[in-house]
């Protein structure tokens, strides 16, 4: 039976400059037609996940109660969220579980009982109730846990592929490469024949990709990380990079050795520089200062954002529905996800647990469980 009302985690910033992060007993509205009322069962906390439940708020001086966060923000942190003050935002974006009750579409009926992931939003709750076109059935024995994260990094790897294919690239650079993602992007890129060259910030994350098969990985802290980053750029040919950091000058240190690169290849001089394309794509913000760019790369290069949803929707339904199904069949090999630790949604705003994952380190992946 559905119930009435469900535990929600919310987020909400507010004009006296502050986010509250707060579980809240919301109403659970009846499914309409083609709307599934789902047990969440497993959802991931995910940095974009973050960037909603805290944004730039200072944590570290926060104040804590049972189920409840308020956390101070600068006076440019509270400017940036000026759209969504007073708004109480649900949180999370996708998870797993049961169907428990659907709407009257013959779709939706026959489909309880069974599990699902969802990419819907809002899915740190005990219940959801969510489209049909916002679901992928899981195969029959496939644990909530396994399914939790059947879509944003397995999809945003599989996009990042498509990306590269659909402008001509030649391979991937992937930056905070040992992440989740990052390992996801090393079976990928090896199963797909996809030239990857992982950048990462710390040896044993190094050592990590290497255990999995990379094939090339720098260490942004060593010593020799511009002379490794040239030789793994030679041996790829990679010119198309994907970015998590942001801010500070990695990315254009990349950019001005593909450049490097290109112009060695070129052979003749140009006051130009070289003509091989160079391409940047920014789809995280672990650093949030500003984005820095030397003028030694040329002038060819595109430097960009990337969101998953607009990828998606441009890339168009018949890719869409390939990437789907290919997350459905590799959902337990090339997109596996592995945790640090799983809470329960009870305990998700305790102090200690607060501080462990809003560190956003690698290997520090939470998975977040609803029904306890």
Not at 2 to 27: F, N, R
Not at 163 to 191: D, E, F, P, W, Y
Not at 294 to 299: A, L, S, Y
Request: aromatic share 6%; charged share 20%; glycine share 10%.
């Amino acid at each position: 039976m559905q119930p009435q009302t469900t535990l929600v985690l919310t987020s909400q910033a507010h004009e006296d400059g502050k986010i509250i992060a707060a579980l809240t007993e919301m109403p659970l509205p009846e499914p309409a037609e083609n709307e599934l009322v789902i047990a969440v069962e497993a959802a991931p906390i995910n940095p974009s996940d973050l960037g909603l439940l805290f944004s730039s708020a200072r944590v570290d001086q926060a104040t804590f109660a049972p189920g409840r966060v308020e956390a101070p923000l600068s006076p440019a942190g509270l400017a940036a969220l000026s759209g969504r003050l007073g708004e109480v935002m649900p949180v999370g974006n996708e998870g797993a579980g049961t169907v428990i009750a659907a709407g009257s579409s013959p779709r939706a009926q026959a489909l309880i009982g069974r599990r699902v992931a969802t990419f819907a939003g809002g899915m740190y709750a005990r219940h959801r109730v969510v489209p049909i076109e916002a679901c992928m059935v899981l195969p029959e024995g496939t644990s909530a846990q396994d399914g939790a994260a059947a879509f944003v990094n397995p999809l945003t790897a599989l996009g990042f592929v498509e990306t590269l294919r659909a402008v001509g690239g030649k391979g991937i650079v992937h930056t905070a490469a040992a992440s989740n993602l990052g390992q996801m992007l090393v079976r990928l890129c090896a199963a797909e024949g996809v030239p990857l060259v992982n950048v990462v910030r710390k040896p044993e994350q190094a050592d990590l990709l290497r255990g999995l098969g990379a094939a090339h990985v720098v260490d942004s802290s060593s010593p020799d990380f511009a002379a490794d980053l040239r030789q793994a750029l030679e041996a790829t040919g990679a010119d198309t990079v994907f970015d998590a950091i942001g801010g500070g000058p990695l990315l254009g240190t990349i950019l001005s050795t593909m450049e490097q690169v290109g112009r060695a290849a070129a052979g003749a001089y140009s006051r130009y520089g070289s003509t091989a394309k160079k391409r940047a794509y920014v789809y995280g913000m672990l650093d949030t200062g500003p984005i820095t760019l030397p003028r030694d790369i040329g002038f060819v290069w595109d430097v960009s954002g990337w969101l998953l949803g607009p990828t998606m929707e441009a890339l168009g339904p018949e890719v869409r529905a390939r990437m789907t199904a290919r997350v459905g069949q590799d959902l337990t090999t090339l997109f596996a996800s592995s945790y640090k630790a799983q809470v329960p949604l009870s305990r998700v705003l305790d102090a200690d647990v607060v501080a462990d994952y809003n560190r956003r380190a690698t290997g520090a992946k939470y998975l977040i469980l609803p029904q306890e």
